[in-house]
């Protein structure tokens, strides 16, 4: 049976928590005892016709009983920050006094003027968001049970807290996977509870609640923001200011309870001493509040405080205090657990104890959370002067787009940046003002801006909860002057035009350069439409409007003489594809080249169509998996078709063009699966894959080049003398959280056609790696000499990555195959190597 959920939902489903002050010492008792409440407001249980706990929650019940709230009570409002990849709200609640939500538009004009430093009025602001894993379910119950009690008790301390503050409530950050997991777990639920772990209702399918639709870590997104809960959730941010941010999570089963402060030495050194002085202060009162219901926890181990794109972290580098909790799980209604048993109802009432204890702890500490956001703020250098400013100079010269897409995420983060007016040549280095830009580095968002390009190579700690570095330098390919020093008074806010593409009637091919990242996209619309289009296999220079122009291999070639389609058809279609996605095309009108390849060359090859399968489901990385559907299906608009391992026996493979493994195990494939994927490369298909599938093709016999694996580099740390207290220090130097390294490329090989110049940056986050004893001409990409450009990444590993092969193509019969050693789309941000996907996609079967 339910335990009784908090004492809070009985009699009229309200027992309210009180203290005797709500500045009180963070030793003072949290007291439970019943309370008055307003009882023309729904309660949960009420709303749900069953005590909260006793299914999982979908999200539709989640907004519904929010709406119902806010209708309801003087109380709530609802905040709207856009919708899902599934067309999901996703709301917040907006809890203060009558009075306050009245004024709200004042109070946020107020909030918008926190950047400038200048001295705050008006309320504290507290945000609490839970559940932005989908699975982790417990902090959206508790949610929901929190918004009730502050929009319906009559408790003096509540009055006096929504007098003062701005209280903000988003019990699911990831409508998604809340909706994928509450569905799993209630489907295996029977009437009697099985609190065994291995039973269904915890165990879910592939892909998890966790992520997102495109099966993403919503809370690694919060720098890089590709999707749309995260564009969301960090503009709700930056509109509310909020002092305090509480992020509610789960963990493992078996722990008990954490809050921040996190491991001190894994603390980034961009968050001040103040904010984790202020994150101590806030943990007594948790500490307080757990005694009191008899809860176990911990603090300043196994989670850190280092990385900027996480829910706790990305408040600590824009001027708030960001807290992490995290509760066991019991992935279920009980789980059996090494400290007994474990209910949903003990982690809700958890959650909601340290949500309790947030709001008191933030209230104690207004004027200390106030003051050092407002000094945050304050500094000299966060003020943006005019005249001659240092500032990130970067560009990306042939990749107007490119600079397109990071000025989007520039915008959402709130710094401040400037177009070129004209070329600008600095460091031996030209940035043309339609592709480039100058970035401040004095500015509100410069504690920001200095983290989303910081290329550190030592560390206190190396030991990463999640990646060492996320450099946009390399993320982006981008050329960069970290230190120049322009006049932004001459500089300009608005945007460059699009390039126009005007039709030649005299014109006998257009020529796209491939080097744009909207080349592809722009591409796949063409064939779609069987449109004829060509790449160059080599580089070449042709006479464009009396101005000799250079194309380099990989250029497209688009015919306008051909058997489907008028020149004039062609031409409009061109025209609004160079609108639509910011791309430069060229009227050629002649065929002769000044030097390199005619257009009539045979080596110009043709494009085929293409249909890809890519394979999910258990043994596969569902975030791997996840990336690339997003690039097929969002960039590329490709359609792919997603098979689980399970059903690929099933599949007459020569109905695609390509099967992409992302990484993983593929254990429960089996050695006729591999002769069926053999034969599929040679009858003309093209495999590609990276990281752990590499292992299982090898084995197979179907991919040629070598392994190395974990165990191979395993035994490259000397561990003599070492005493078992050493243990965790060589665990963290064998470890690849993530650290930035570079390629050597062969420019010649298609695989890396569109990629500027001769080195490329990628993230490393897994010991693997292929052997020198590649056959020749295969080797497309080796590791430098010096890898190493960001983030950490032990010496071990550096000298033995160190111009050993990270990219192969391998031919077989009439296909091929493309091995990644690593995954060139991490996290959908990595837009400078994502290219060589669409290579492998598009060029390389047109090799054959």
Not at 182 to 196: C, F, I, L
Not at 457 to 466: I, L
Not at 521 to 534: E, S, T
Request: hydrophobic share 35%; with cysteine.
């Amino acid at each position: 049976m339910l335990r009784v959920f908090l004492l809070l939902l009985t009699l009229v489903s309200s027992f309210c928590l009180t203290a005797t002050s709500l500045a009180a010492d963070p030793q003072t008792v949290i007291q439970i005892s019943k309370s008055g409440s307003d009882p023309t407001l729904t309660s949960p249980e009420s709303f749900l016709g069953y005590p909260l706990g006793q299914w999982h929650l979908r999200h539709d019940q989640l907004n519904f009983y929010l709406k119902q709230l806010a209708n309801d009570s003087e109380r709530v409002s609802l905040e709207l920050s856009g919708q899902t990849h599934e067309a999901r709200q996703q709301l917040t609640a907006v809890i203060t006094s009558k009075k306050n939500q009245h004024n709200l538009d004042d109070i946020i004009n107020q909030r918008q003027r926190v950047k400038t430093g200048d001295k705050q009025s008006g309320p504290l602001v507290i945000w609490l968001a839970y559940s932005i894993h989908g699975d982790e379910a417990s902090g959206a119950h508790s949610a929901m049970a929190l918004s009730y009690f502050l929009a319906s008790s009559n408790e003096q301390w509540i009055k006096q807290l929504l007098d003062d503050t701005i209280v903000l409530i988003t019990p699911s950050q990831n409508p998604d996977g809340m909706d994928r997991f509450s569905t799993w777990t209630n489907n295996y639920r029977g009437q009697t509870e099985v609190s065994d772990s291995k039973h269904k209702e915890h165990r879910q399918n592939w892909p998890n609640g966790r992520t997102n639709h495109y099966f993403a870590d919503l809370n690694r997104d919060w720098l890089f923001l590709r999707h749309p809960e995260s564009q969301g959730r960090v503009a709700l941010f930056h509109k509310w200011q909020p002092h305090y941010v509480g992020d509610f999570h789960e963990m493992g089963r078996d722990q008990s309870y954490f809050f921040q402060p996190g491991v001190p030495t894994r603390t980034n050194p961009a968050t001040s001493q103040t904010n984790q002085a202020l994150t101590e202060k806030l943990a007594q009162f948790h500490r307080q509040a757990l005694d009191q219901i008899q809860q176990g926890y911990f603090s300043r181990e196994i989670f850190d405080d280092f990385y900027y794109g996480k829910g706790s972290t990305y408040p600590d580098i824009n001027g708030s205090i960001g807290v992490l909790f995290e509760q066991a799980s019991p992935r279920g209604q009980v789980q059996q657990t090494k400290n007994g048993e474990l209910r949903l109802t003990d982690a809700i009432n958890n959650q909601f104890a340290t949500s309790i204890s947030s709001l008191k702890g933030a209230f104690a500490l207004k004027d200390e959370l106030i003051e050092y956001q407002s000094e945050f703020y304050q500094g000299r250098d966060k003020q943006l002067k005019r005249g001659r400013q240092t500032g990130y100079l970067i560009g990306s010269s042939s990749n107007q787009a490119r600079i397109e897409d990071i000025t989007q995420l520039l915008r959402r983060h709130k710094i401040e940046f400037y177009y070129l007016t004209d070329t600008v040549q600095q460091g031996n280095i030209d940035f043309f003002a339609e592709s480039s830009l100058f970035i401040p580095i004095n500015q509100p968002q410069k504690s920001l801006l200095i983290a989303m390009f910081d290329n550190s190579t030592e560390f206190e700690d190396p030991t990463f909860y999640d990646v060492s570095s996320w450099n946009l330098e390399s993320a982006y390919h981008l050329k960069m002057v970290r230190r120049s020093k322009l006049d932004i008074d001459v500089l300009r806010q608005d945007a460059p035009k699009k390039p126009e593409f005007n039709k030649n009637d005299q014109s006998v091919a257009v020529l796209i350069n491939w080097q744009q990242d909207m080349a592809a996209p722009a591409l796949q619309v063409l064939l779609d439409d069987n449109i004829l289009v060509k790449y160059a296999e080599k580089p070449f220079s042709i006479l464009i409007n009396g101005e000799t122009k250079n194309f380099p291999a990989g250029t497209l070639q688009v015919p306008l003489k051909q058997p489907k389609h008028s020149a004039n058809k062609i031409n409009t279609t061109l025209a609004e594809l160079a609108s639509k996605y910011t791309l430069q095309m060229h009227s050629a009108t002649t065929s002769a080249a000044i030097s390199g390849i005619d257009l009539g060359s045979p080596n110009f090859n043709v494009i085929k169509p293409v249909k890809p399968l890519l394979i999910t489901g258990r043994g596969t990385d569902a975030s791997e998996v996840g990336e690339l559907w997003y690039y097929l299906d969002r960039k590329l608009s490709v359609p792919v078709t997603l098979i689980d391992v399970g059903y690929l026996s099933r599949i007459k493979l020569n109905q695609y063009t390509h099967v992409f493994m992302a990484g993983g195990t593929y254990s429960s494939l089996d050695e006729k699966f591999a002769r069926k994927l053999g034969q599929f490369t040679t009858d003309g298909g093209t495999i590609i894959a990276q990281k752990g599938a590499l292992t299982w093709l090898n084995k197979n016999n179907v991919l040629k080049s070598d392994i190395k694996g974990k165990r191979f580099y395993k035994q490259l740390f000397d561990t003599t003398g070492l005493s078992y207290k050493d243990k965790e220090k060589l665990s963290a130097r064998q470890s690849i959280g993530g650290a930035i390294v570079e390629l050597s490329l062969d420019p010649s090989n298609p695989i890396n056609f569109g990629i500027e110049g001769n080195r490329l940056a990628i993230l490393k986050n897994m010991a693997i790696g292929l052997t020198t004893s590649s056959a020749p001409f295969t080797v497309a990409a080796k590791y430098a000499d010096e890898p190493l450009i960001s983030g950490y990444l032990a010496k071990e590993y550096q000298r033995s990555f160190s111009n050993n092969p990270a990219i192969v193509l391998e031919t077989r019969g009439k296909g091929a195959i493309v091995a990644l050693a690593d995954n060139l789309m991490f996290r959908n941000i990595w837009l400078g190597s994502e290219k060589i996907y669409a290579n492998a996609l598009y060029l390389v079967p047109a090799l054959n």
